[in-house]
């Protein structure tokens, strides 16, 4: 090996490659190839500690971002980290467009096989495909049979996953027809490469990424009805249990459509219809990443709770387009690869441009015997495929002795395949030194009238091992970059453009799902829950120890009544006369707080907030996203190993700190859309308990001596600048209660939750023309003029006097209507009723 363009500032020192593979890298005789020289010529004018600082810069944004995949086929199992590797695969632009040109072929093949095994069935009736494949397999949809899609198409989307053998040539080692996952990784990959390298990226002339996905977005917009020129496309996920949703959430925002569950979606006169705010409103084209089965409960699988009942007929009516059509899936099957040459015979008239790696289905005869006589050199797989359901029990499996695989496959011929062992060409990979790794590719294609669309670019994957791609893919993987090579200068593109058509100026609409505003109320209730929390436990600890600590012990019984009112510790702390039975608080409460199993924990209402961020991330900035991960990253305690009570403290200040940075953003850069709004009221009515909570603990009982009890609620409040701003050192009840009940100027106090809440109810959607006013409305006005109507300074002498039911009476009433309210709010929007004859009154604001 030579030393000159390889050990450039010693990055690729040592980097040596598997014996009898082909390298992407480096030549036979060890030299860099052509497309790598030009790399690594560019790379030398960075030097290798820029190149560091630069990975890992662009690691601290894959963390920050939060994206992440899950390969596993559990629904226990977590989703991992994104592992994208700092040196691209490089490829040049020539041997790309030979590929391109093979894949077009092949989608175009698969798209005629669909269109005849749900039509015609000449293939089966010629013999060119066994019957038997076909109608044994799982996905195949007899529902769907004899139903032609809205625009003739089945495969409106196709991947294949490739790799390139020792001698130089590219396979396909699978067809994935289903729903083709990885494409939003592979933009991610490509936005984080580029700004790392924008030097590297422009010297290279890399071809761009963003025609495709035009392409993608004229594709879809051409499902609609004939003539619409902005049709409503949706992007149907399994949803946040799925290991691809941060990716659905990722395209979804980035092609600028609505990311929908199952449960978002009803069939209304075969027309599928959103559910939202503002009542049903019809859905044009479905960009479904949901396997076809999971799609329709009445029709494909009684057992999904993904599907929209009636999806199949509303398909079968030309009243929705659907990309990929039903039953797409039905190909990525492995034992149709044995039959493609044949196929392509039939349909095409053409030899294969790019082969597939052999295979051989046992469920014929002749393939069996040839099977069982190389079982040896062959890896056996599962002869149907149903996307995200791979068996891992196969690795085993393929470790059995010869003698019991033999027997087995001859007991189910049917239900396996024999392939040949693939060896992957291998690529470096960057991890402090580099080190070789295989490689796969998964390419993408999008229809266009007749033909394909090729990605110019791959979601390229790299493994240490050389198992079978699914089993790699379990077991951990990196990621790539792919850079295809051009000639010359590479045009800028955006997805960006002006539109024909002039637009109707608008602020905002009712379109928001009745799910996604479920959660962002949900999101806004938790926001505030872990926010009174911390306050609350900062000022209990910093009165447990150090300078802070009261010498006349009000503050701390008062507190814990608090917390034990909000579930966060044993109720007997509460009652004095228990609490000296109890463990000291001191050493309870660390625990307390990080105790995930109590769902009232601070720690679980943290992992709450987490989760329903990632479910509404298609619908809060980018920075918004951030803090709620770093929120749930930072509030751990192993930041600090044993967690004591100095540990808590500090914890408490960086996650108020961080809660404060996450309502900040909101109230400055969310956009006041009914997301907005249902976040605002899950906040607000959520404060508004807390307020109460803190009174009615503080409160009632009065304490004997009022001063310390009164400044530590205003502590926790976030009002004593406030009061010492206007009354100095003078704590007296009235002030306090004033402050914290009736003051309208406090953003803390109970009543500027009320007028919010007033304010924000007011403004939902709902028939204008109706007389009179909804529950909520009603709700939300009595519980305004309550407060309004208060006067507090009788009130609170009469409560220094020791007469409480004025006071008491008062939060009775609050905490009885608040429930209501929300209640109130559920009922009408987050419970979708309204009739879809109602649509048009429906004024949205």
Known sequence: MTTSPLSVNHLFQGYTPPPGVFDEFLLDGGQPRPQAKLFLDALSRIGREEFEHRWEQAQRTVQANDFAYSGHVSPDDQPRPWELDAIPFLIPAAEWDTIATALKQRARLLNLVLS??????????????PAELVFSHPGFLRAYHGQVPRDNCFLHFYAADLARSP?????????????????????????????MFPELFHQCHVERLAPFFIAVQERLRSLASQGMENPRVVLLSHGPESPNYFEDAYLARYLGYTLVEGGDLAIRRNQVMLKTLGGLIPVDVIFRRQNSGDCDSLELTPTSKRGISGLTQAARSGQVGIANSLGSGLLESAAFMA??????????????KLPGVATWWCGDPAQLSYVLK????LTIQSAFRIRGHDHPAME?????????????????????????KVIRSSVPVYKGQTTPAHLSLRSYAVSTGESYTVMQGALARTSKSLDPLEVSIRKGEGSKDTWVLSDHPVEHISLLKEQGRTISLRRSGSELPSRAADNLFWLGRQLERAESLARLLRSLVNRLGGETHSNSDLEVPVLLRCLADQGQIEPGYAIEKMRNQLPPIEHVLPTAVFDETQSASLRSIVDELFRLGSIVRDRVSLDTW?????????FQPARFGVTNLSDVL??????????????GIIMESMTRTQAFRFLELGRRLERSLQIISLVKNSFIPMPKIQAPVLETVLEVADSLMTYRSRYLSNLQLSAVLDLLLTDESNPRSLVFQFMQLSKQVERLP????????????????????????????????????????????????????????????????????????????????
Request: proline share 4%; glycine share 4%; hydrophobic share 40%.
């Open 116 to 129: 005849d095994l749900y039509g015609q069935q000449t293939l089966l009736t010629q013999g060119t495909l």
């Open 167 to 195: 001698n130089g040539k590219w396979w396909v080692l699978a067809d994935r027809t289903e729903a083709a996952s990885g494409i939003g990784f592979a933009l991610e990959n490509r936005i984080l490469t580029s700004r």
């Open 339 to 352: 039959y493609m040459p044949r196929l392509c015979k039939a349909l095409l008239g053409e030899e294969l």
């Open 374 to 377: 190389n079982l040896e050199k």
């Open 396 to 420: 085993s499996w393929n470790q059995l002795p010869l003698k019991k695989r033999a027997e087995l496959i001859q007991a189910r011929p049917k239900q396996f395949v024999a392939q040949e």
């Open 626 to 634: 951030r803090i709620i991960r770093r929120i749930d990253k930072g």
């Open 650 to 663: 500090t914890m408490m200040n960086d996650l108020i700190t961080e809660l404060s940075a996450f309502s």
């Open 766 to 845: 709902r028939n204008r023309e109706l007389p009179g006013y909804t529950d909520e409305q009603r709700l939300a006005m009595t519980l305004l003029q309550s407060v309004r109507m208060l006067d507090i300074q009788e009130v609170s002498e009469t409560h220094c006097l020791g007469d409480y039911a004025p006071l008491e009476k008062l939060i009775e009433t609050w905490d009885a209507q608040l429930p209501k309210l929300s209640e109130a709010i559920s009922h009408r929007y987050l419970v979708h009723a309204v009739p879809s004859h109602q649509l048009a009154d429906i004024s949205p604001q």
